[in-house]
Every structure is written in C-alpha cells, then in structure tokens.
C-alpha cells in the first residue's frame, strides 16, 4: 500500500525493453502495483528524474482527467498528465501533457499502462490519492489545460517559431507549476 515501507515489486532491469514492455502490458487492468524510477523533465518540478513513483494497473475506466498515466510511446514509458477522455473512433481515446511541456497529444486507449498513484522524490512523498493530493492534481490539471490552450493560440497568432511572448508565458506557467509543486499540503514526509 503506497505510504508503507512494504517492497512493491519492479520489473526485473535485466528485462530488455520488449519483454518490459510485455511484463507491465500484461499486468493492466489488475490493479496491481509497482515502483518506478523516473528519468526525464516532462513533469517537473512534481517529479523530477530519479523519483519513485508507485503506479496501480488501473482498469482505464477508473481514470480521470488529472491522474498521472504510464503509457507506452513508441516502445518507451512515458508519465504525463491525463487533460482529458474522449470518444474516438473505436472507443476512447487520451489527450495527455507532460507539465513541463506546453502542448499535448492524443494516445489510445490501449496504451495506457497504470496511474500513479504516489511519487517519492527528495523533497519528500505526493500521494495523488489524499484530499491534498487531489487539490493540487486539480490545479495541476487546470493549468495544463490553459497551457494548452494558450499554447495553440500562440501557435496561430505567432507561429510556432520561439517568440519572446512565448518564453515569457513558458517561464511564468512553470514558476506557478513550481510554486503548486512546492507547497506544505502537497508533499509531506509523514503522509
């Protein structure tokens, strides 16, 4: 159970990447759970590389806009946000965004992996799943949605090419993210 001390099991790290892959797809859906360690900047400055993160293999139909989603991206792990569920063809589909990345991406239904449901970093424990961890995974969310959105107006008014209207957004969104990240109610040692 995230919070304890127990051992959660990992994939085994002399896995190749397939057979990892095949290891974690066959778990989905079974609400098992595993630890991570993070490498990557997508989602700082709420995990940073080397965190530990506790994912469940959540049947997709008990995820929600806000959960951090593990998914498989070109035969690699990814961990980003869930902006949204929607209907696409064939069923559902994921519209998902790393914080520290300005735009999103729709993924299928069936790449999603597992939630996170706690991350360990050295600032201390976020359990996605207490009271505080979901006001935050709120605020969270609704930045990366007006991130998003701002991101595409930028693109059609200026372009895509960097502009210094657009580093100015990126280093203001990122000193709030930082500042929601950071808070006392957020990570705690002792929750």
């Known amino acids: 159970m995230p919070g304890t001390n127990e051992a959660l099991p990992s994939p085994p790290p002399e896995l190749d990447t397939e057979a990892r892959l095949a ?12 630890r ?8 700082s400055p709420m995990m940073e590389t080397g965190a530990i993160v506790t994912i469940q293999f959540a049947p997709a139909s008990d995820l929600c806009a806000g959960d951090m989603i593990l998914f498989s991206r070109e035969d690699r792990l990814v961990l980003h946000r869930l ?8 069923g559902v589909a994921f519209v998902e965004k790393g914080d520290h990345q300005p735009f999103a991406a729709d993924i299928p239904a069936g790449c999603v992996l597992a939630r996170a449901i706690e991350v360990t970093t050295s600032r201390g424990t976020f359990n996605a799943e ?3 961890g979901r006001r935050v995974t709120n605020r969270l969310l609704m930045l990366s ?4 959105v701002l991101y ?3 693109a059609r008014v200026l372009g895509t ?14 000193t709030v993210r930082r500042w929601l990240g950071a808070g006392r109610d957020v990570i705690s040692n002792d929750q």
């Open 36 to 43: 991570l360690r993070t490498d990557g900047v997508s989602m």
């Open 161 to 174: 090419r960097p502009s210094k209207a657009g580093r100015l957004f990126m280093r203001g969104s990122r």
């Open 152 to 154: 595409h107006l930028k």
């Open 23 to 34: 290891l974690l797809r066959s778990l989905r859906g079974s609400g098992d759970t595993m």
């Open 83 to 90: 902006l949204h569920v929607r209907e696409a063809e064939g």
């Open 130 to 132: 207490s009271a505080a």
């Open 145 to 148: 949605r007006a991130e998003h």
